[in-house]
Every structure is written in structure tokens, then in C-alpha cells.
């Protein structure tokens, strides 16, 4: 069977910035489609990935939309990282399309993209599915329902640390694979890949608070106040702002509730992982994104590449400007691009196993 034969060909629902097409791409896989509903999705998931963008709500999306996308490929793939409300902006974002983030219909709305994901599967019954989300989805009743949308599928699922697929950061996320091709599961990844902080960004040129390099406007440093650069100075890779003289303490760490929560206002450690990238991570005070040893916040391009993207993976048009806001969410939202590849080999190793050995036929 020539690999023409075996290709697999995917349809990525919400893409976001590509950091799952473009893992799936590297485990050679041939994405074609991605849907987002953000339009800031479009340049960072066209211009670094070969797969077509959509700008739709998956919300709203009719199978029939898609299909003709997924037809000529020897094995099917309908991939995707169901936002759920409680834990995603995706909604957020919706909003500001205009389509609207429906309110007051109870807990069952809370997961509706995963339903809808579910009814995406039953009409399009692809080969192979794969997910991705966050560990609590898993205790959720949805979760079961939507593996009864899986009937005629082979199902594996285990909770990754995205430390043991490479990836400079600590995170769990929660990863389903599906075939009807036969039995399937996800192979424990190779526990002790770690990659450091150092490892992902040390090279990369010094700039200061408020600065941007000309050479990279995505690497560029959200500003300080006077008092938040006094904080930094005084902070060590890996302390906390309990380490800090007690006139810079803020007033909400003063008070006793304020004790638990030392991860914030929080330096890099240079030989250890980072923290879980996310939507504000450019700001030194929302958690511990302080650079290991420069006077600032993580930039917008070392944050993406704290999330596996390359370093000249493109988030901005050349006549864009960079927001933080806007670029910050594309990178905390994304799939990072290791556990994406991780996944691709998972199921590229799957489909090469059974159409080599001939084992092909349908999940009873």
C-alpha cells in the first residue's frame, strides 16, 4: 500500500491560532480545513500551517459544510479541542462576532461546543477522533455522553503532563483518540523529555519592560509601573512576593486571604519548566510570568514558544500592531504544538499498524 494510500486527511474544529493543526502537520498528517469563529485566528493558522481556514461558529456549523473536505483521503480525521464554557473564552469571543453567548439555560449549555462536537461525529463518522481538553471535563457527565457518540469506535483517553511530550511547562490536559479502524490507545509519553525555560527562550535577544525588539515586534514586553519594577527587582526565580520587603507587598497579599496565592507576581525559574501559559501571561502580576532574570513579564513571542510554537511561527500580519490582549489569547488558548505532534504519531502509528497489516474493518 503506497503512503498516497495512507494518508489521513483532518478537519481541525476550533483551530484557534493552529497549535494542533500545525502538531498534526509535523506527525504528517494532512490538515485541510480549520473552523474558528475569531477572525484573529485567520493569519496565525494560514500563514504557518498548509490547511484552508473557515471563520464560522462550530456552534452553528452544518456537517454538511465540511464533508467534501474530508472525501479522497484513505482514513478520516475530525479533530478538535471542544472549548468548554466554565473554563474556555471561546464563548467570549463568539460574543464579539455578534453570535452570542446564550445565557440562562442552565448547566447543559455550559457544554454545548462538546455536544455539538459529539453531533459532528455521529453525522460525519470519520475514521479516526481526536480530543483535547482540560483534565475536569472528564468527571463530567458530558464526557459520558459524548463517548456514546463514539458507538462503533475503539476509545482511549489518559491525562498527559505536556512536560513528558516536551513542552517547557507545566500542564495537564485531558486527550481522546477514537478509530473505527480497530483498537486503539494513547502510549504513555516519554516520561523524562523535560525542557527547561532556558532551553526554549535563552537565546533570544534581551529587551526591556515596554520594549519591543525591532526585529520581532511579537517579542516585545508589556510595560511596569514604578512599583511593579521595584517588585521584580526584588524577586528571585522560583520565590514569591513573600520575598519581597513588606512596603511592596499589595494590600490584598496583607490579608490573610491573600496568603495562598504565592504564584502570582512571580519569576521564571531558567532550568526549570515555566507555569501553564495563559491568556494573560504577558503580565507580570497574573501569575508567575516574570522573566528568570530580565527586569520584566514574558514577551508575546517567548510565551508562544513556551507553548511549543516556533520562533518564527507568525501571529501578525506585517501592517498589524501586536495586542497583547488579542495575541495573549491566541497563545494561552492553543493547543500546545507538541502535544499536537504527540497525538498525530499516536495516530498515524495506529493507522500504519492496521492498514500494513491488513487488519482493516469496522469496530463491532
Request: charged share 25%.
Amino acid at each position: 500500500m503506497s503512503s498516497t494510500d495512507k494518508t489521513i486527511v483532518a478537519v481541525d474544529l476550533f483551530c484557534g491560532a493552529g497549535g494542533l493543526t500545525h502538531g498534526l502537520e509535523l506527525a504528517g498528517i494532512d490538515v485541510r480545513l480549520g473552523v474558528d469563529v475569531d477572525p484573529s485566528c485567520e493569519h496565525p493558522f494560514s500563514a504557518n500551517n498548509k490547511a484552508s481556514f473557515l471563520l464560522a461558529d462550530v456552534d452553528c456549523l452544518d456537517a454538511s459544510t465540511i464533508a467534501g473536505t474530508l472525501q479522497g483521503g484513505r482514513v478520516t480525521l475530525l479533530a478538535g479541542c471542544a472549548p468548554c464554557q466554565p473554563f474556555s473564552t471561546y464563548s467570549r469571543s463568539a460574543a464579539r462576532q455578534g453570535e452570542g453567548k446564550r445565557k440562562g439555560r442552565g448547566s447543559r449549555e455550559d457544554w454545548r461546543l462538546v455536544r455539538r462536537f459529539g453531533d459532528l461525529v455521529k453525522a460525519l463518522q470519520p475514521d479516526l477522533v481526536t480530543m483535547e481538553n482540560v483534565p475536569p471535563l472528564l468527571d463530567q457527565p458530558v464526557f459520558a455522553e459524548f463517548l456514546r457518540c463514539l458507538d462503533g469506535y475503539s476509545v482511549g483517553h489518559r491525562i498527559v503532563d505536556v512536560r513528558d511530550v516536551g513542552l517547557p511547562q507545566t500542564r495537564k490536559r485531558l486527550v481522546l483518540v477514537a478509530s473505527r479502524l480497530g483498537p486503539i490507545e494513547l502510549p504513555a509519553p516519554d516520561a523524562g523529555r523535560t525542557t527547561t525555560v532556558r532551553q526554549t527562550i535563552g537565546s533570544l535577544r534581551p529587551v526591556a519592560a515596554g520594549e519591543a525588539d525591532p526585529s520581532d515586534p511579537l517579542h516585545v514586553a508589556s510595560r511596569l509601573s514604578a512599583t511593579n519594577l521595584q517588585r521584580i527587582r526584588a524577586s528571585k526565580p522560583g520565590g514569591t512576593w513573600r520575598d519581597w520587603p513588606d512596603e511592596l507587598r499589595a494590600k490584598c497579599h496583607r490579608r490573610s486571604t491573600g496568603a495562598t496565592y504565592p504564584a502570582v507576581y512571580g519569576r521564571m525559574e531558567w532550568d526549570q519548566p515555566g507555569p501553564t501559559i495563559t491568556t494573560q501571561c504577558f503580565g507580570y502580576g497574573n501569575g508567575r510570568f516574570g522573566h528568570p532574570e530580565q527586569d520584566r513579564a514574558i514577551t508575546l513571542r517567548e510565551a508562544a514558544m513556551l507553548q511549543g510554537f516556533p520562533a518564527d511561527y507568525s501571529f501578525l500580519a506585517a501592517e498589524d500592531r501586536p495586542s497583547f490582549a488579542r495575541i495573549g489569547r491566541l497563545i494561552g488558548n492553543a493547543v500546545p504544538v507538541p502535544l499536537g505532534e504527540y497525538v498525530g504519531r499516536t495516530l498515524r502509528n495506529h493507522v500504519d499498524a492496521y492498514l500494513d497489516g491488513e487488519a482493516v474493518g469496522k469496530v463491532a
